[in-house]
């Protein structure tokens, strides 16, 4: 990903990123960080096999509960919105 092009707004949409296994370290940390920069990037997707965990790390993280959509079929993921 060419970070100096996206920061610099030249890009128009966002990016979307997907992160695996959000309740480690490093995937709470990147959350963590990624969240204030929510106006250029924004996490898309987030997995990890303890979905209660991830959705209590995404609150705690103060990410809005109205856009967490925990999904365990296809059809979960075919219905959430684009913002979601």
Known sequence: MNYENL???INKENARIAIIGANG???YTFLNQLYPMKDKMFARVVC???IDKSIDVLT???YPKERIFPCKTKAD???VPSDG
């Open 25 to 27: 370290g490093f995937g």
């Open 60 to 62: 705690d993280l103060e």
């Open 48 to 50: 990890d096999i303890n």
């Open 7 to 9: 920061l610099k707004g």
């Open 77 to 79: 993921i075919d219905a």
